[in-house]
């Protein structure tokens, strides 16, 4: 049964632009006080957030088109999704549901970018890429280039810490982690591996890992839904 949730506690200096009303949005159904199948209506939002109904329909309509909200006409607006909160620095989020799907383990002809970011000079780097499911939905896919002296091995199942996976891989623990996000739109192969709509905005991720004597060991790039994540540093 779809249950109607109003927002409450707006501290007295809350953001009443569009921005605002988005971020306090997201805010709720990240902390679950939203849930997916809830109805959200456009005057309560108005009277709980005091902001205009023109900057809460432009939030409305920015969520819809990450589809974190689903519009109707004559049926209100919903909540399509809950959102995960994945640590920036990390693999996997703080969530008992989260599985790894490795969809490939190869060596391949290494770019040059690849090259310049790993600090090599060698023709062949390894690549893995892992989708990661939520509760069996799809919620990002990562691509890593690492150098060949690594072994990747087949998972399937449980997502490690990245601190586990990376000493399992090249056998000498991880020192810094440095990672860029980004906004991002899907492309074809990407959104049917997310199952998204081609275009889809996309939170985007390129991280580059250290071990502890300095050496870039892998370059990442991951691709998250925008409904469906939300990044946090650690705590």
Known sequence: MVRRTILIHVPPDFDTSARG?????????????LSPGDTVAETEVIATTGSSRTAVREAFDELAATGLLRRVRGRGTTV????????????????????????????????PQVRRALGTE????????????????????RVAYHDAEGVQLPRAGDCPHLTDAFRETFGIDLGVVECAVEAGRADERTARLLGVAPGSILLTKEQRLHDVEGRVREIAYGAYRADRVSFATAT
């Open 80 to 111: 399509t999704s809950g959102i995960t909160v994945v640590p920036v620095e990390d693999l996997r989020p703080a969530h008992p549901g989260i599985t790894i799907d490795r969809r490939t383990v190869e060596i391949v002809p290494s770019p």
């Open 21 to 33: 009303v988005r971020l306090r949005l997201r805010s709720a159904v990240r902390s679950g006080r």
């Open 122 to 141: 060698a023709a062949v780097v390894g690549l893995v890429e892992d989708r990661y499911l939520v509760d069996g939905l799809p919620i990002g896919l």
